[in-house]
């Protein structure tokens, strides 16, 4: 069975700090870009982060740039998406996506629809 499983997530304070994985299971991720989408309430899921299949290319949205680093170890076929100096606004659904390749230009390579694999998700809580 394919599957990615984020893990990581929970209740943190402001200015605090959280590090998100993505393992896989059934599959090499070591193939396939991957992707951070989050979901906050009531809002359409974003992208927020991705990473080529080596790791040597990595592209931000501006929200989150300078606060969050992705990175992946194709050893432990798992992804990882390390969060500083959360805020509130950072408080939603984080969900790791595995796709085809990826693409140098940041609102190319977090299209939805170009990932083919997802994980169910990890609640982010930022507040005090």
């Known amino acids: 069975q394919l599957q990615l499983v984020e893990s990581g997530g929970g209740l943190v304070q402001p200015g605090g700090s959280l590090r998100l994985s993505c393992a896989a299971s059934?599959?090499?991720?070591?193939?396939?870009?991957i992707g951070w989408f989050r979901q906050a309430p009531g809002k359409e899921r974003e992208g927020i982060s991705c990473?080529?299949?080596?790791?040597?290319?990595?592209r931000y949205a501006d929200s989150v740039k300078g606060r969050f680093t992705i990175s992946r170890d194709n050893a432990k076929n798992t992804v990882y998406l390390q969060m500083n100096s959360l805020k509130p606004e950072d408080t939603a659904v984080y969900y790791c996506?595995?796709?085809?390749?990826?693409?140098?230009?940041?609102?190319?390579?977090?299209?939805?629809?170009?990932?083919?694999?997802w994980g169910q998700g990890t609640q982010v809580t930022v507040s005090s």
């Open positions: 059934g599959f090499t991720l070591d193939d396939y870009a």
């Open positions: 990473i080529s299949s080596s790791g040597a290319n990595t």
């Open positions: 996506a595995a796709g085809g390749r990826f693409h140098p230009l940041f609102r190319l390579c977090v299209v939805q629809r170009e990932y083919d694999y």
